[in-house]
């Protein structure tokens, strides 16, 4: 049978894009209609940020694009995939092979090191310990805490808790880094690090990065603003340039 998660398409698809996107949650009186039709095309290798006011549907459009949540109509492709006609197993299976997350609050195992909560993605897809080991060492060399591979979350800084965080994200080479607000629990300084992090990252490895965000500064680091407003794209900003949508 063939491959349904083999990206059947040719480099002229998007390599993200979602037409006509709505979510409601809920059901009768009580409906409540997050998405009210988003399109957004995301370039392989762009770094974008997106930001909008509270409830304006950030999370519940990277939820979709994170394969986590399905939409209610509309069309979302991932590298010509229509991932709305897959199956949960598929989108799993999507997920683990394409797409690394971050999170505000680290989500670290806490009585375990850094090197073994690295090494977690490689446990579930069942790759054997030596592989796993050197390829988690590898991954926390590039978020430079290569010396404090056995220190557990306690014993981490906020910054470092979040670069482990980061590690485990892309110890799965994915090509698809999602961030929900990957600074909100750190200071100013700590979050510039972080950025610049993502933005080496995205540089040098070629990773797409999509990052929610609240706040301007940490936008800046991106080179896509992607405004949301009432559950729709308001306005993209490339390069400082304003583009209405
Ligand atoms: N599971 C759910 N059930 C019902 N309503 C939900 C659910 N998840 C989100 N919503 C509603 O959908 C709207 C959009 O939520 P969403 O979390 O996508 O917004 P957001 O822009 O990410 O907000 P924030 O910046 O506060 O995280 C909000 O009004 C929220 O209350």
């Known amino acids: 049978m063939a491959d349904p998660l083999a990206p059947p398409g040719t480099s002229a698809d998007p ?4 037409r006509g996107i709505t979510k409601v949650y809920g059901a009768g009186p009580t409906a409540f209609q997050a998405l009210k039709g988003v399109d957004l095309d995301v370039a ?19 939820n979709i694009i994170g394969c986590l949540d399905v939409p209610t109509s509309g069309a979302f492709l991932f590298r010509g995939i229509h991932v709305e006609t897959l199956t949960q197993d598929q989108r799993a299976l999507l997920r683990r092979r394409y797409l690394g997350f971050v999170f505000q609050g680290f989500n ?12 977690l993605p ?15 060492m590898a991954a926390l060399d590039k978020v430079g805490l290569r010396e404090w591979w056995d220190h557990t979350p306690a014993e981490l800084s906020g910054g470092q808790q979040q ?18 607000e990957p600074t ?5 300084a700590r979050s510039v690090e972080i950025m ?19 706040e301007p500064d940490m936008a800046e680091f991106a080179r896509t603003i ?20």
């Open 44 to 62: 392989q290798g762009d770094f974008v940020a997106v930001m909008g006011p509270s409830g304006s549907g950030k999370s519940t459009a990277m």
């Open 226 to 245: 992607v405004h949301f407003k009432d559950g729709l794209v308001d306005r993209v900003e490339t390069n400082g340039v304003t583009g209405a949508h």
């Open 122 to 136: 490689l446990l579930y897809r069942g790759d054997p310990k030596t592989q796993r080991r050197d390829a988690a």
């Open 108 to 119: 670290l195992l806490s009585r375990t090191s850094a090197l073994e909560n690295v090494e």
């Open 15 to 18: 390599f993200i894009s979602l």
């Open 196 to 214: 610049e992090l993502l933005a080496s990252l995205n540089r040098d490895a070629g990773i797409t990065v999509l990052m929610v965000t609240h």
């Open 184 to 188: 909100g629990n750190l200071d100013s």
């Open 163 to 180: 670069r482990v965080a980061i590690a485990r994200a892309i110890v799965t080479n994915p090509d698809v880094l999602l961030a929900d």
